[in-house]
């Protein structure tokens, strides 16, 4: 099965600045990954995702970014808010199991 | 609130007890998941519907987990004679036919005492 692995696991930022998560991941036939945001107590909520055929993708303040080549994908938060605090996971569909295999999970804390 | 719906929310149980969550997913998505995510980490897959069809079912923790879809619509997961390792928050998703997007429900929390 695929191996996704995500960096780091804790991250703090001061309002206003960038944040940065990557994830890598095994199986170089996945062709669809996505980043979820899970805040206390939530089930984790679809914030932004990327096929294999585009490179880049944003979405106001969110965006993502993918090296096939070297099998890994990183979200990309700018000007942080408080309330982009929460647990950030990637995700990596495995095309034959028909799944989402997800990292271990990044918590953010964005300090007022 | 037309998003996933899941219910319980919180089960507290005691060892060796049956439970039995459910899950409603999106109207018109064919395809629901379920995971299982415990503290602190992402959520682990256990199996998967298309409409009434159960399409993958090895990932099942045990043979004490079962999942169901009679109709096509609302899924449930039971969990037979419950262990403390079973705590942890049960997750349910659907997508549209064809489509990747995932979106998950709040969960359903369980706690085996």
């Known amino acids: 099965g695929e191996n996704v692995e995500q960096h780091p696991s804790t991250l703090s930022v001061q309002e206003g600045d960038s944040a940065v998560i990557k994830c890598t991941y095994s199986?170089?036939?996945?062709?669809?990954f996505p980043w979820y945001k899970q805040e206390l107590g939530k089930g984790p909520q679809l914030i932004i995702d990327?096929?294999?055929?585009?490179g880049e993708k944003k979405d106001q303040r969110i965006a993502v970014t993918l090296n096939k080549t070297a099998k890994h994908f990183s979200l990309h938060i700018t000007e942080t808010q408080p309330e982009d605090s929460a647990v950030y996971f990637c995700?990596?569909?495995?095309?034959?199991?028909?799944?989402?295999?997800f990292g271990t999970g990044t918590r953010l804390t964005v300090i007022p | 609130d037309t998003g996933v719906s899941q219910d319980p929310r919180h089960k507290i149980t005691k060892r060796g007890q049956n439970v039995t969550f459910r899950c409603d997913p999106i109207?018109?998505?064919?395809?629901l998941y379920w995971y299982r995510q415990t503290l602190g980490q992402g959520p682990e897959f256990l199996t998967y519907?298309?409409?009434?069809?159960?399409?993958?079912k090895s990932r099942l923790l045990s043979d004490r987990f079962s999942a169901e879809r009679p109709k096509g619509s609302f899924s449930t997961l039971e969990i037979q004679r419950t262990e403390q390792g079973d705590s942890a928050m049960y997750l349910c998703?659907?997508?549209?036919?064809?489509?990747?997007?995932?979106?998950f429900g709040p969960g359903t929390r369980l706690t085996v005492l």
């Open positions: 990327i096929r294999s055929n585009v």
């Open positions: 519907f298309q409409n009434e069809a159960q399409l993958e």
């Open positions: 199986d170089s036939a996945s062709n669809y």
């Open positions: 995700a990596v569909f495995e095309r034959g199991a028909n799944n989402l295999f």
């Open positions: 109207s018109e998505h064919n395809r």
């Open positions: 998703a659907s997508s549209q036919p064809g489509a990747n997007e995932q979106f």
